[in-house]
């Protein structure tokens, strides 16, 4: 049974810092691409940051490119949100997501906010 759980989230002032982590269990976590999405409240669930398998490639919303990073340890199979510079657009619900096995974490809340 594939699993991706989501501990953390949290508030955060802006201009801080967060990270996310999403642990995955019931595959072969190495072999595929992971992603983190993310919904703001009214609008539409988008793509922040994308993996390859073996973290050799990344790519990430242009809203997010240079203030975010996606990382993995395939050793503990965990993939990572690095958030920088936060602002309050940045908030959210953010997801983890398997694309090969259509599999989505629960969602951690995310609010930016003095």
């Known amino acids: 049974q594939v699993q991706l759980v989501e501990p953390g989230g949290g508030l955060v002032q802006p201009g801080g810092s967060l990270r996310l982590s999403c642990v995955a269990s019931?595959?072969?976590?190495?072999?595929?691409?992971m992603s983190w999405y993310r919904q703001a409240p009214g609008k539409e669930r988008e793509l922040v940051a994308h993996?390859?398998?073996?973290?050799?490639?990344?790519n990430y919303a242009d809203s997010v490119k240079g203030r975010f990073t996606i990382s993995r340890d395939n050793a503990k199979n965990t993939v990572y949100l690095q958030m920088n510079s936060l602002k309050p657009e940045d908030t959210a619900v953010y997801s983890c997501?398997?694309?090969?096995?259509?599999?989505w974490g629960q969602g951690t809340q995310v609010i930016v906010s003095s």
């Open positions: 997501h398997n694309p090969r096995f259509a599999a």
């Open positions: 019931g595959f072969t976590f190495s072999r595929y691409a």
């Open positions: 993996i390859t398998g073996d973290g050799g490639s990344t």
